[in-house]
């Protein structure tokens, strides 16, 4: 799976190309925002103000909406068990 993580005039856009599918992403966002996941700190977690997952399998894209950094996402990205295993 490749990942790139580009910064947005709101926010932070990452595009998922390859071997990923759409529920894999989904089920990120969903454990972010229930506060299930350690792949960010609480601090960075403040920061973001919306997240929209958009695409389909092969091609997703998710789009973070806050003051949040490029390398914050990177990190983040780094240590997710969901599209890391």
Do not use: H, P, W, Y
Not at 2 to 9: A, E, P, Q, R
Not at 24 to 51: A, F, L, P, R, W
Request: net charge positive.
């Amino acid at each position: 799976m490749k990942k790139d993580v580009i910064k947005t005039k709101n926010g932070v856009k990452v595009s998922f190309s390859g071997v990923v599918k759409k529920r894999q992403i989904v089920k990120m966002v969903e454990n972010c925002s229930k506060g299930e996941c350690e792949c960010m700190s609480d601090e960075t977690k403040k920061k973001i103000t919306d997240m929209k997952v958009e695409g389909r399998d092969g091609e997703v894209s998710l789009n973070l909406s806050g003051e949040v950094s490029r390398e914050e996402i990177q990190a983040a990205l780094a240590k997710s068990k969901v599209i890391n295993d």
